[in-house]
């Protein structure tokens, strides 16, 4: 899943630890949402899409599926 969240961070002038801090998780799950190495919880995401006054659907934007990705 693509995401803005670190754009949307570096555009208050935050860092990683204090975005970590208002969110309540380590800096390391702020580095990994960010490199889109991990996907928050549906809970972290409405938290994120809060702090940042924004709907989840601005921030996180799921990638299109790939051929061969369906469901059984």
Same mark, same amino acid.
């Given at each position: 899943? %693509?995401? #803005?969240? #670190?754009? @949307?961070?570096?555009? &208050?002038?935050?860092? =990683? +630890?204090?975005?970590?801090?208002?969110? +309540?998780?380590? &800096? =390391?799950?702020? !580095?990994? $949402?960010? %490199?889109? &190495?991990?996907?928050?919880?549906?809970? @972290?995401? /409405?938290? $994120?899409?809060?702090? /940042?006054?924004?709907? !989840?659907?601005? $921030? /996180?934007?799921?990638?299109? %599926? %790939? #051929? +061969?990705? +369906?469901? @059984?």
């Amino acid at each position: 899943m %693509k995401n #803005k969240v #670190k754009l @949307l961070r570096e555009e &208050r002038r935050w860092s =990683q +630890g204090e975005l970590a801090n208002a969110l +309540g998780v380590s &800096r =390391q799950t702020v !580095i990994s $949402i960010e %490199k889109e &190495r991990y996907n928050p919880s549906l809970a @972290l995401a /409405f938290s $994120i899409a809060s702090l /940042f006054d924004c709907p !989840i659907e601005a $921030i /996180f934007v799921p990638e299109p %599926k %790939k #051929k +061969g990705d +369906g469901l @059984l």
